[in-house]
């Protein structure tokens, strides 16, 4: 074999072996995670891509081979920047994918469920307790919020009870609680807004805020769907027949956080402006935050001659239109069962 031939022949496995490394190193970089489920990784401010690599190592998750690793680091790595933040890896991304995200900004979204019938309060200790939210509400933040309400009463507000709009909310890591405040009042502008200019005829609230602190009794009245309406229905023949609404909730309300499940007549004779045993119209404020659904049955109530309800014990009502109607479905629904 002449000495051409032997150096071409070493040029091709050259090139040959090159090809097959080539391939490898490429197979072996676009191995997926070696996970099991999804996981979240945070990047911390400035870190660099050797860091990221090297946390990643540390945690086992990377399949392919560290010197595949290095080379792709040297020579294919584009060398964009990681944004600072919380991303969810999974199974379907190799190393690549995992820095593109990174880079993407893509950050992962966290959720908080804020409850339609819960109180003010209660939806505090829901932000207070989600780990990835930053708690920075005082009492300069709850001003600043009732100052953006478009609705003030005569009196002015104090509180911002009602005045969210009840969902679920989406956020990445660090936001802050305040934030989803500001994000649940706008939901509720936007909808109330919306709601009243579309709210059917001769109904006896003087404004949106009124329609609202319904909403929050029909919320508290029943979980029933089907309910709503009927009920809104009952407390609107109530307002119009200059009758007291007469419902627990707004008294239990009242009470406070003393109030201990049992509900007493001795509750019943106090006076409080949310007793509606004894005052005349609505409460002054909303006595639990509301949900779309029971906004628009407070303002699309159902037209009927129902006057009263009473809980049957299965979490729906029977409804009556005179008293003494009502007075048999108590004993029937709530005496009578006692007994036995």
Known sequence: MSRLAKVLLLCVFIIVSLIIAVKWWIADIEKPLNLEEPVLFTVAQGSSGHALLEQLEQQGWLASKPLSIKL????????????????????????????????????????????????????????????????????????????????????????????????????????????????????????????????????????????????????????????RNEIAGVFVNRLEANMRLQTDPTVIYGIGPTFDGNLTRKHLRQQSPYNTYRIKGLPPTPIAMAGKPAIDAALHPSTTENLYFVAKGDGSHHFSTTLQAHNEAVYKYQIQPNKQ
């Open 72 to 227: 792709w680091m040297k020579f294919a790595y584009q060398g964009k920047s990681a944004k600072a933040g919380t991303y969810q890896l999974d199974s379907s991304m190799s190393v690549a994918d995992v820095f593109d995200h990174f880079a993407s900004g893509d950050e992962y979204q966290f959720s908080v469920r804020l409850v339609e019938g819960l109180t003010y309060s209660q939806w505090l200790t829901t932000l207070a307790s989600h780990p990835h939210l930053e708690h920075d509400i005082d009492e300069a933040t709850t001003q600043a919020l009732l100052a953006n309400w478009p609705w003030q009463p005569e009196e002015g507000l104090d509180t911002l009870e009602g005045l969210l709009l009840a969902d679920t909310y989406y956020f990445t890591a660090g936001t802050k609680a305040s934030e989803i405040l500001s994000r649940a009042m706008r939901s509720m502008q936007h909808y109330l807004e919306q709601a009243w200019a579309g709210r059917a005829t001769g109904l006896p609230y003087a404004t949106a805020y009124e329609a609202l602190i319904m909403a929050s009794i029909v919320e508290k009245e029943t979980a029933v769907e089907s309910e």
